[in-house]
Nanobody, 126 residues
Framework: QVQLVESGGGLVQAGGSLRLSCAAS?????????VGWFRQAPGKEREFVAA????????NYADSVKGRFTISRDNTKNTAYLQMNSLKPEDTAVYFC??????????????????WGRGTQVTVSS
């Protein structure tokens, strides 16, 4: 079964850190040129957080997370990561990972992604 599974979410105080993982199964992760992270807060639309290309040498970030979040991927482990530092209450959301076989620009558009995980909740308390 082809799927993406997010993990690593939880409750953290403002200023803290979390590392999210996105584990892929039933597929060859390196065949997916683009991996992205999105988030959705209650009552809001899904928004782009970060994206990374196949080799990991091209990354894109939303302005709201630039300098605080880092996206990475390990194709040998079929896993992508989102390191989140200096978390703020406004980062509270369900975080989703997504993958696409071919690179698409801009990578911030949810509809271009082929696969989605079910999400992991991140809650940042003030």
């Amino acid at each position: 079964q082809v799927q993406l599974v997010e993990s690593g979410g939880g409750l953290v105080q403002a200023g803290g850190s979390l590392r999210l993982s996105c584990a892929a199964s039933g597929l060859t992760f390196s065949n997916y040129a683009m991996v992205g992270w999105f988030r959705q807060a209650p009552g809001k639309e899904r928004e782009f957080v970060a994206a990374i290309n196949r080799r990991g040498d091209n990354t894109n970030y939303a302005d709201s997370v630039k300098g605080r979040f880092t996206i990475s991927r390990d194709n040998t482990k079929n896993t992508a990561y989102l390191q989140m530092n200096s978390l703020k209450p406004e980062d509270t959301a369900v975080y989703f990972c997504a993958a696409r076989r071919n690179w698409s620009f801009p990578p911030s558009l949810p509809h271009v992604y082929d696969l989605w995980g079910r999400g992991t909740q991140v809650t940042v308390s003030s």
